[in-house]
């Protein structure tokens, strides 16, 4: 065994496992098990034995790098639990780009030793120095990918209609590969024509991932607006709410002087049931307009007593229980995360009734640590894409970004967000 068949059994290694890891992040598995998921390393390793047998017969495959992408494609719907055009999208791109990258190099070293691909390939032979680099290069690259996307999907879209068209780009690098690296004409490599033809296929190749990386740009940049105004109305929300009470009870003072005298000219006349009625007509009024004190940060206590009173106007009863020490974020932040999970937990027991119409927010500060725990009951099943809740309301593009804008401000302040949706509780706990 040289060097060449060694860097290629680590190739393999790689692109399989590191492929795979890729692919089912940020889902999650079927069954939270060691045992489930050791099962799923362990049917990589079987197929992985595939190709390495293989490598000792020839140095690259095409079509062994399609059955690897089927074979994957079946165990990760079978372990996780992934949307079946995501999971295709996502590994359809990665192997079949990584077998354009693998017959592009014995094309380069073919056309450098001036012998056809075919004999390269299949007819074993030396591993060239320009052979060993590229595997070298091509390894190395997965690994930077893989570890650049730790924590994020391979790729991540909103939208279905955008894997619809990566469904289309790989249908086309499909026919591209079948094509361009047909047998015959890889037996001509050394002809310069079929040279430029194979640039002219890598500018085509480069110019499609440029236009769906363009889309994407595109798509995150709208997301983003849309995230940006769904903040900015948030606090619009919370800013006009306090100026409106400041308001009443700026108007409530200056009004207090003409109650005194009022009340003064029914108790001179010695009307007593006209002057306590009166005060009974002015305690509803200050209790319709009085601003609870739930703790002593105003930012949380505005926040709740706005969202508490939107509840209770919908018959939603509302259990607090705070016991807070400090604020981790700004106010403008805890107003997003506040206003967000309040609205969307209002809007999931719209269609609920009796004992259910209930929300349980909790702040609580124990050992440094803050920890809000919003919850209430749901029906149904909730969907997710990407590994993100989606919205039950119909437009999907305006609606749904709550959580989402939720979960990027607590990481902008390095907290950490759970959500669970065990036996129709919805619950979401944010730690700083």
Sequence with gaps: MNIGQIIHIIQ?????????????????????????????????????????????????????????????????????????LVLSVQNGLYWINLSILEMLLFIINSYGLRISVQSSVYEGGEWSPVLVTGMCIITLLVIILCVWKRKRQLLGFRYKKIYRMFLIVIFIEYIVIYIYFERERLENVTNIQLVLDNVYMVVFILLLMIIVIFLKVLQDARYRDYILLNNNKTIVQQYEGMRERMEIKSRQNHDTKQHYLLLHQYLKNNQVEQALRYLDDLNEEQDSTKRHNYCQIPAIDYMLDAKIEKALKDNIHVEVELEICFCPVSDADMCIIIGNLMDNAIEALQDLSGNKRIIRFSINTVNNTFIMRVSNAFHGKRKKTNGQYETTKSNKREHGLGLISVGRTVEKNGGQMLISDAEELFQVTIMF
């Design 12 to 84: 393999i290694i790689v692109t399989i496992f590191c492929g795979a890891e890729m692919i089912v992040r940020p889902f999650e598995m079927r069954r939270e098990s060691k045992w489930w998921q050791a099962a799923f390393y362990l049917l990589l390793t079987v197929w992985a034995v595939v190709p390495i047998g293989n490598s000792f017969y020839y140095k690259s495959s095409a079509i062994q790098n399609i059955l690897t992408m089927i074979y994957t494609t079946i165990i990760v719907m079978a372990f996780y639990k992934i949307p079946f």
